[in-house]
């Protein structure tokens, strides 16, 4: 015969396994949503975070857009300043030539003068 006492497993002790394997899973599911929940939440903070910075982007390029519109005015008023500063200066460049008309008498020194005819001064030599 066999001297070591028979065991007799515990009732309780089968259901209680069965239970650890329950809750076991149980646990592994929660820690994989958990894993997931937190992913989920880093991609939803990336996102906040570009939608903030979209949002100052957009409020900035609003800001500039609003004191474009001035210096806009100020260039076109700038650049029509400018044509009429042209227009004038043309008109005064003929006005002044019309009034400049050569006197032909004068016209005819200068180009003898060019030409190296007419009076030039003599030098005076010292006496000795």
Known sequence: KNNRPHFRPNPYY??????????????HNLEMENTEIHENSHKLKKEITFSRNLLSQLL?????????VPLKQESKEGHLQCALNQKYLVAFN????????????????RKCKRAGIGHTPVRELPEE
């Open 60 to 68: 900035m390029e609003n800001t500039c857009r609003k004191k474009l």
């Open 14 to 27: 089968e259901d209680l396994e069965r239970m650890e394997e329950v809750v076991m899973s149980i646990l």
């Open 94 to 109: 003929k006005k002044d030539k019309d009034q400049q008309r050569p006197d032909p008498a004068l016209s005819g020194l």
